[in-house]
């Protein structure tokens, strides 16, 4: 029999007699802060791209990320197919889907416009802070988010709401974040080819949630890996050639 729990799990706050989640405030905060950052970066550089592309780029991704958030989270519960509707649909998202969708739907209107200047780097960094803005609502939300780990004894365990220790998935993904955030702000003074900072981020993000998808209580889509899995595959595919490149760059100066 379980204990009750005495966890503060999740944070909410009361508002016209209804108890709601401060996830929907860090997600609106770091959807602003994100834009804002993207913003304060770019009068630092020389954009090739114009502003009126840029425009039609940013909607690409914000549609992309629209529809790839959505399927990709729905395919984490595969057994909700059977009775999918808009609801669920709408109510179910995952930031490796909105990366994967925003990234497919940059690329179909940079073919339409006909753009094929690199456009990613700019945006790393104000990724970077807007996710660890919204993990921060991601983890105010205990259990409530299917964002938490399995049961453990690791020292990092933490009840998130239903008496059990568990792994805290959205502050590890935190803690990597920052740090990340410091090794993208290390190269700025790296001569790279243009695209290659956002090729980076997107690798070494979809390698820890690959990874990290292992200590979650996932569901499995096909060969017992997750959908979350098969989007990390398939972006190491995708960027396979940067891979190669990257990796023999980095064996050259040992």
């Known amino acids: 029999m379980l ?4 966890s503060p799990f999740p944070f909410q706050f009361e508002l016209l007699g209804h108890q709601y989640h401060y996830h929907y405030i860090f997600e609106t905060l770091a959807f602003i802060i994100g834009v804002r950052l993207y913003y304060y970066y770019k009068k630092g550089i020389v954009d090739p791209i114009s502003d009126e592309n840029r425009l039609w780029i940013m909607l690409g991704a ?3 990320a629209l529809i790839g958030s959505r399927v990709i989270a729905v395919l984490e519960t595969p057994q909700v197919l059977h009775h999918l509707s808009f609801s669920v649909l709408y109510q179910s998202k995952t930031i490796v889907g909105g990366l994967l969708g925003g990234l497919f739907g940059v690329e179909l209107i940079k073919k339409i416009i006909g753009v094929n200047i690199a456009s990613g780097d700019v945006y790393v960094i104000p990724i970077l802070v807007a996710l660890i803005i919204g993990r921060i609502g991601c983890f105010s939300m205990g259990i409530d988010e299917p964002t938490y780990g399995v049961p453990t004894h690791f020292f990092m365990g933490m009840d998130l709401g239903d008496g059990v220790l568990r792994h805290p998935i959205m502050l590890y993904e935190m803690i990597y974040l920052m740090l990340l955030i ?4 290390s190269l700025k ?4 080819i243009n695209g290659d900072q956002f090729k980076l981020f997107m690798v070494l993000y979809f390698l820890f949630r690959f990874l990290i998808e292992f200590i979650k209580p996932y569901q499995s889509l096909f060969l017992n890996l997750s959908s979350i899995h098969w989007s990390a595959l398939f972006i190491f595919i995708y ?4 891979i190669i490149r990257i990796s023999k760059q980095i064996l050259n100066k040992q």
Do not use: A, D, I
């Open 189 to 192: 003074h790296k001569e790279l």
């Open 182 to 185: 410091f090794f993208f702000n």
């Open 62 to 64: 914000m549609l992309g």
């Open 3 to 6: 204990l009750k729990s005495v």
């Open 239 to 242: 960027y396979y050639r940067f």
